[in-house]
Nanobody
Framework: VQLQASGGGLVQAGGSLRLSCAAS????????TGWFRQASGKEREFVSH????????DYADSVKGRFTISRDNAKNTVYLQMNSLKPEDTAVYYC?????????????????WGQGTLVTVSS
């Protein structure tokens, strides 16, 4: 499985971006998907998670109410809609696939990773 994250860029505070995570392979719908981010000098942190069916989602408290995760299994793509962006959202964002783990907030639970896309929010 190969993942490609895209959609990052420079945006002013209060703006929006939509990240995409496109995956190759026929087993896309077999994987749960997580988004993580890593700011410069900081550890990678959990942002959001969606189950393989899309029926279950979860968010870090810092993004709850502002970010929305979704997936289109027909297009082999997971999305992260980010609204009301803040300067503290600035980071490289990564998507990752997991076959399934109750510890989905831990980056070590994921087997496949995209290359990351940079989001910069200016104040």
């Amino acid at each position: 499985v190969q993942l490609q994250a895209s959609g990052g860029g420079l945006v002013q505070a209060g703006g929006s971006l939509r990240l995409s995570c496109a995956a190759s392979g026929r087993t896309f719908s077999s994987y749960n998907t997580g988004w993580f981010r890593q700011a410069s000098g900081k550890e990678r942190e959990f942002v959001s998670h969606i189950s393989r069916s899309g029926g279950s989602t979860d968010y870090a408290d810092s993004v709850k109410g502002r970010f929305t995760i979704s997936r289109d299994n027909a297009k082999n793509t997971v999305y992260l809609q980010m609204n009301s962006l803040k300067p503290e959202d600035t980071a490289v964002y990564y998507c990752a696939f997991s076959a399934g783990s109750p510890y989905y907030r831990a980056w070590r639970s994921y087997s496949y990773w995209g290359q990351g896309t940079l989001v910069t929010v200016s104040s």
